[in-house]
């Protein structure tokens, strides 16, 4: 091999075999930059994975990195490792833009924890990354920056919310990144780029200078080719974050000396009704599972099939939460300057307007005995298996309102805590990536990594590369149409509440957005209704904390 096929090598290197190649000097961390900017230099005009690029910072960086490693002052693992951001996480000096025109020029004065904690172990930032606005709507085409492409198929999209971030990693520009989920917001682009992502236990990590979602449910966790690459990370920003009230104080394991490569002894229950009850999954995906399964069980584990509530459930209790927190988030530009947000946005943000106060106490009742009922599960077993979404749609494909009306395989763990892993487990018949969904206890991290660990060294899949030509135009897109603006004769009582609510709230809203609320309105009205009414006195909601000594 060429010394120009082995730097042409160096974009699809593992974060661990970089860093063992770094810190035993047979890689240099400025050599590896080079070859990744190169790489982005090649690609990113097709793929559209960076806001902004920090690429004489990472040169810099990687000079000083050199040098500390020659005299002796290697920090660790991920010394002289290039990394970048999803574009909601906070870089002092450095534009933050939340993938927004209402930060379009927003530079903020300090780092995020997460950004901090990377930098300290001696990381790379190389640039932030593209996400759907406000880690919410998308893939939207009214944003200053263009929607990312899946680098497996230029023409679909890479699911989100932290696309750029899954884009980046899966065509070979970063060998990591620091995405958010609030509802599926690394485990979708994880899968759908066949790249792996951790959504780690609520208050593992801290949230401290990460533009919000939802207060109750963002969690902040690592995206990378690996699950010992995800290990590796997690073990940088994983912590107590005095500035992040939902943090937790409590010791971190050692996350990458977990990853055993053996099963033995392991439960693992097994949420077969979430893809052969609850929603459509083609014959590939099903044969995908199954034959993970197998992997799994032939690496020791005791596979079981169990159940938890319908994903319906989780979905309503989700949504209510995180749309009321998500809009009085952005209340003040939604009155002062709504036309700075994409379509797709306030077609998720304005039907909350129509959840009343009890609305919300209802969902939060609910939602903590949500958490409460997995207690017999987590007696029963050490972690959970489900399925992922499938292959990438076309942009085309992409319904506003979808997110009103389909519930997914990714919110329960959002409402209940937990940590997941998300990994490749195949391909369908479009040649896309499949993925399937490691759950596991509070603060289990360390058990499913091992279990996706496991499940790498004895598969392929998070093997396989995208094919991207060196500096070819990308192919145009049809993209998603507007949903149909309500007829003029639609249900006055309705149309009424409606007008009503955005006048408590506010809001004054142009025709299109009003019409945008109306066609929302009946899904969260219908969410609102299910939500159960039977609460007893001492049920109390799940954001009721309790003070711990630090």
């Known amino acids: 091999m060429t010394a120009a096929d082995e730097t042409a090598r160096l974009h699809q290197l593992t974060l661990a075999q970089a860093g063992e190649l770094i810190g035993s000097g047979q890689l240099s961390p400025v050599e590896y930059v080079e070859a990744l900017i190169g790489r ?5 005009s097709q793929v559209q994975a960076y806001v902004t690029r920090t690429f004489e910072t990472a040169r810099s960086g990687a000079r000083e990195a050199a040098a500390e490693i020659a005299a002796g002052r290697y920090r660790g693992v991920l010394h002289g490792i290039p990394f970048a951001l999803k574009d909601c996480v906070n870089t002092a000096g450095i534009l933050t833009t939340g993938h927004s025109r209402v930060l379009q020029d927003n530079v903020p004065v300090g ?3 997460v950004t901090a904690r990377l930098r300290e172990a001696g990381a790379l930032l190389m640039g932030k990354l593209a996400l759907h606005e406000f880690a919410h709507g998308g893939p939207s085409f009214d944003a200053p920056w263009p929607p990312p492409r899946n680098p497996w198929n230029l023409t679909r999209v890479t699911g989100g919310s932290s696309s750029g971030s899954a884009a980046a990693i899966a065509a070979g520009m970063v060998p990591a990144s620091i995405g958010t989920d609030t509802g599926g917001s690394i485990r ?21 200078g990460v533009i919000p979602h939802s207060h109750t449910f963002d969690r902040i966790g690592p995206m990378a080719r690996t699950a010992e690459d995800c290990a590796i990370l997690l073990q940088a920003i994983a912590g107590h974050d005095p500035a992040d009230p939902s943090s937790v104080a409590r010791d971190v394991p050692d996350y990458r000396g977990a990853l055993t490569g053996d099963l033995r002894g392991l439960r693992i229950g097994v949420l ?11 014959a590939d995906e099903r044969r995908a599972m199954e034959e993970a399964l197998g992997v799994l069980a032939d690496l020791g584990a005791t596979l079981e099939d169990c159940q938890i509530r319908l994903m319906r ?11 009321t927190e998500v809009f009085n988030v952005h209340q003040h530009e939604l009155i002062t300057r709504p036309v700075d947000f994409g379509s797709d946005i306030l077609a998720r943000m304005l039907p909350a307007v129509l959840f009343t106060a009890n609305d919300l106490i209802r969902a939060g009742r609910e939602h903590q005995r949500a958490i409460t009922e997995m207690a017999p599960l987590y007696a029963r077993f050490d972690a959970f298996i489900t399925i992922c979404a499938g292959e990438a749609p076309a942009f085309s494909a992409h319904d506003p309102l979808g997110f009103w009306k389909q ?9 209940t805590g937990q940590p997941v892993l998300a990994l490749p487990n195949g391909f369908g018949p479009g040649g896309l990536p499949l993925g399937m969904q490691i759950l596991g206890r509070p603060f289990g991290e360390a058990t499913v990594l091992r279990i996706g660990h496991a499940y790498q060294l004895a598969t392929g899949w998070h093997r396989q590369h995208p094919q991207l030509a060196d500096n070819a135009v990308a192919p145009s897109v049809e993209e998603p149409g ?39 309105a009946p899904y969260a009205l219908a969410m609102a209704e299910r939500m159960p009414r039977d609460h007893l006195y001492a049920e109390a909601p799940a954001n009721v904390f309790s003070l711990r000594s630090r």
């Not at 992502?197 to 208050?203: A, D, Q």
Request: glycine letters at 10%.
């Open 272 to 282: 077969r009704h979430n893809w052969e009850e609850e929603v459509r999954t083609g």
């Open 188 to 208: 979708v682009p994880a899968s759908r780029c066949g790249i792996t992502g951790l959504m780690p236990t609520t208050g593992l990590v801290g949230r401290s």
């Open 313 to 323: 459930s989780y979905g309503d209790i989700k949504t209510i939460i995180a749309e």
């Open 40 to 44: 982005a230099d090649a690609v990113d």
């Open 407 to 415: 519930a997914n395989h990714y919110t329960a763990a959002n409402v």
């Open 482 to 520: 507007l949903t149909p603006v309500t007829p003029a004769e639609a249900n006055a009582v309705l149309r009424k509440a409606c007008r009503a609510a955005a006048g408590r709230a506010g809001l004054v809203l142009g025709e299109r957005m009003f019409e945008q609320l109306v066609e929302g």
């Open 111 to 113: 780092d995020a924890a």
